[in-house]
DNA sequence: GTCTATAGCCGGATAGAC
DNA sequence: GTCTATCCGGCTATAGAC
């Protein structure tokens, strides 16, 4: 059994701390004790705690939009002239995630709580979550628009938003202390995926207000 | 022009610099700072930071679950025997929360962005949430449920959930430093809900999956 | 790379005068 | 109800031995 190293372990242990408790509210002594380690090997591996916690996000969602960005274009090539089916499109942003969640819970368990804790922080931590996510969001939304071509750009824009909150609530499904007033229903990936889809691909497909 | 007393004093700056630098990061000395209060102040009126939050989130929030429960009453009423419609049911539920925070900015710019955070809490804070919102999730639940009969109560909790989610997108926008991702589009309530609700009407009422 | 020790500051809370 | 003064513990960060 390999061991992690220190620098590994400082990260798995700031993320699960970060998750159950919020970052700002998780002190580098709460890390280091749980982690067993020492309280400089912070300063040491990553500089300062704002440091420790960019590189807690970017450790996992990193590859993630690399997965989603490869699907995306594997459907525009196949595609090529005409534009990728609807379903397709939200099935490569949603997926990557929600298979994650569910299929590697010990290595994603936590990241996608936290996640959804960047999208509704108003301080610094916006400005990482758009460093992140900038480029995933400007090529799906261009994607989208090409597949619905009769949706304007800002309804476009607004149901890109809530396919995001959407997505955000699955992430932090279950709540650590769970919610009282909802039974918890099914937690693979196949349900989860099975109700999700369909509740966006209608969505997307609503007919355009007419403002 | 009336002055507001300490006690409402501390409410209002506590709920902005929640907003602005989230809970954890705002100390009781900040706030007594810019109140221009004393610090003893917060302890005398509230006794605790904790009960500060508590009150914080209350204070703002029951109004608006009383707005929804009472135009749930009336679509119930009116309906007597035949279910309520989907979109007047959708709308009793979002309407107050958008209507407030375009329409009363001043009073709601804050706490709309904080009850997202909320929802993303893994901590003590979700216990609040759950209070604060029990009763309606669980009403409208039900109401929803007898508009359609036809989805399954798995699949009705997750829809309900991304109904929140979509909430939560709008509540929180835009956010305090602008994504750069996205262009700001309308900001006036008629336009938002005319966005909001035909996309939520549309995933209600998507087909089931065929699990 | 890891550790101890400590600097120096800020946190929530409270006692007690007014 | 308001204020000052203060307790005491926790915080990030760093210096310096090993």
């Known amino acids: 059994m390999e061991q ?3 620098r590994t372990k400082l990260l798995d242990v700031a993320e699960k701390l970060f998750a159950e408790k919020g970052i700002g509210a ?18 040491y ?3 300062s705690k704002e440091a420790l916690v960019r590189e807690v996000f970017a450790r996992r969602i990193k590859p993630v939009n690399a997965e989603r960005l ?34 590697e819970p010990e290595r994603m368990k936590f ?3 936290l996640i959804s804790l960047l999208q509704s922080d108003g301080g610094e931590l916006r400005e990482l979550f758009t460093d992140l996510f900038e480029e995933v969001a400007t090529r799906f939304l261009a994607a989208l628009q090409k597949s619905l071509p009769h949706v304007s750009q800002a309804e476009l824009f607004w149901r890109f938003k809530f396919m995001l909150g959407s997505m955000f609530m699955i992430m932090s499904h ?6 009282k007033f909802i039974e918890t229903s099914e937690l693979d990936p196949e349900s989860i995926l099975a109700q999700v889809i369909p509740f966006l691909v209608a969505g997307f497909e609503a007919p355009a207000a007419e403002n």
Chains 1, 2 share one sequence.
Do not use: C, M, W, Y
């Open 26 to 43: 998780t002190s580098l002594r709460n890390i280091i004790a749980e982690a067993d380690v020492n309280l400089a090997s912070i300063h």
């Open 4 to 6: 992690p190293d220190t």
């Open 45 to 47: 591996h990553f500089g």
């Open 70 to 103: 490869q699907r995306l274009d594997k459907l525009e090539e196949s595609g090529e002239q005409s534009a990728p089916e609807l379903e397709e499109l939200i099935r490569a942003f949603i997926e990557p995630a929600i298979r994650l969640k569910f299929e």
């Open 111 to 113: 990241i996608l709580r």
């Open 174 to 179: 279950p709540p650590v202390h769970d919610v």
